[in-house]
């Protein structure tokens, strides 16, 4: 089945660095992907979403990119913060079925070093 | 507005009882999915509920059920557990479910001795 993968499980920075985490896709009828930051001992926090008729998307101090040639997604995080640490997720919604089925990826353990 | 709640937070149970794990939505939203998160599968998609009705299912044995309430309040249930049912599992709602950001609750951690 199609599946999202991510290239690194674990990311160390500096504070105050851009960190960037990346995201590949396989389902090319994915249609919506979204980031989650996921601290210890709780649920998953929405960060940012992108639609697939969209190259780039900007929040505060984040910004998510979409490569749909590659099938490719990245999350940017600008002057990484200590509170940045924890598990990022990049999910799909294939468009396959009507509601909501989000696949996740592995996640990406960011570690930010004072 | 309140966020999504789950009840209970945690949960101990023996193999082949059952369980019932409790989610109430963020108030007026109407879909109401359920992920499985484990240290080896990560999270995986159980189903979704929307008015009343399951929407979506993953690819989980018929032991995992649910139900949505017209209060779009939902419940999961898990039969005849096994050591593998061990896991965080999370709810999460959005307004109508469709290619939009789910909210999820801190989720129910069941651990099956």
């Known amino acids: 089945g199609e599946s999202v993968g991510l290239h690194l499980p674990t990311l160390s920075v500096q504070e105050g660095d851009n960190s960037i985490i990346n995201c590949a896709y396989s389902?090319?009828?994915?249609?919506?992907f979204i980031w989650y930051k996921q601290e210890s001992g709780k649920g998953p926090q929405f960060i940012i979403d992108?639609?697939?008729?969209?190259d780039k998307r900007q929040g505060q101090r984040v910004t998510v990119l979409l490569n749909k040639t590659v099938k490719h997604l990245s999350l940017q995080i600008a002057a990484t913060q200590p509170g940045d640490s924890a598990v990022y997720f990049c999910?799909?919604?294939?468009?396959?079925?009507?509601?909501?089925?989000?696949?996740f990826g592995e996640g990406t353990q960011l570690t930010v070093n004072p | 507005k309140a966020g999504v709640t789950q009840t209970p937070r945690y949960l101990i149970k023996t193999r082949g009882q059952q369980v019932t794990l409790s989610c109430s939505p963020i108030?007026?939203?109407?879909?109401v999915s359920w992920y499985q998160q484990t240290p080896g599968q990560g999270l995986q998609f159980l189903f979704e509920?929307?008015?009343?009705?399951?929407?979506n299912k993953g690819n989980f044995p018929g032991r995992f059920s649910g139900r949505q309430f017209s209060n779009s309040r939902s419940e999961m249930n898990v039969s005849t557990l096994e050591l593998g049912d061990s896991a965080l599992y999370l709810c999460?709602?959005?307004?109508?479910?469709?290619?939009?950001?789910?909210?999820f609750g801190s989720g129910t951690q069941l651990s099956v001795l």
């Open positions: 999460a709602s959005s307004l109508d479910g469709a290619n939009e950001k789910l909210f």
């Open positions: 389902n090319s009828a994915s249609d919506y």
């Open positions: 992108i639609r697939s008729n969209m």
């Open positions: 999910a799909e919604n294939s468009g396959e079925t009507s509601g909501s089925r989000l696949t």
């Open positions: 108030s007026g939203h109407r879909s």
């Open positions: 509920y929307f008015s009343e009705t399951q929407r």
